[in-house]
């Protein structure tokens, strides 16, 4: 239960993280490069768009038929996911809590003490939930990184939950 976090406070609706199944979530982003590249916002259309233009393209160039550079790929994917430092955006977790329209505060609590942002600062926040494979084990589950990288090297760890005010 220690790796449970849960975001409460003036919400509509209380949620329990648990950053043990993120591995498997196709929103998580690789922090190694995560605050080092250009972000772009993106319509969904066109990332849809995007990914069915690359996998035509590719039929067309290789054929229908499946190259053998399918399974390498697959293989080096699998790899990545286990060997790679990620982490996954805040913000869906916060939306699903629908907060309070007069919510204004975003309270981290931590083994160290408690930090206070401004509810709309934590909607760009990134919860890293492993290093090089591994889960955070000794000072997570968490480590919060604020949205512009400016905490990368020290972010806040040993994290218990978050409050909503």
Known sequence: MENIIIISGKVKYSITLDPGVWIFDDRRVDLTT???KKVESSDPL???TKAVSKHWDREIIEGAIYPPTLKSEKKFEKEKVLTGTFGIPLKPF?????PASDAHTFVIQS???EYEYPLEKAYDFILGFSNKG???SVDGPVHVYLGDGS???SPIKNVISFIIK
């Open 34 to 36: 995560f605050f080092s």
């Open 46 to 48: 066109d990332e849809y």
């Open 94 to 98: 916060l939306l699903n809590s629908e």
């Open 111 to 113: 083994t160290e003490g």
């Open 134 to 136: 591994k889960p955070l």
């Open 151 to 153: 905490n990368q090297q």
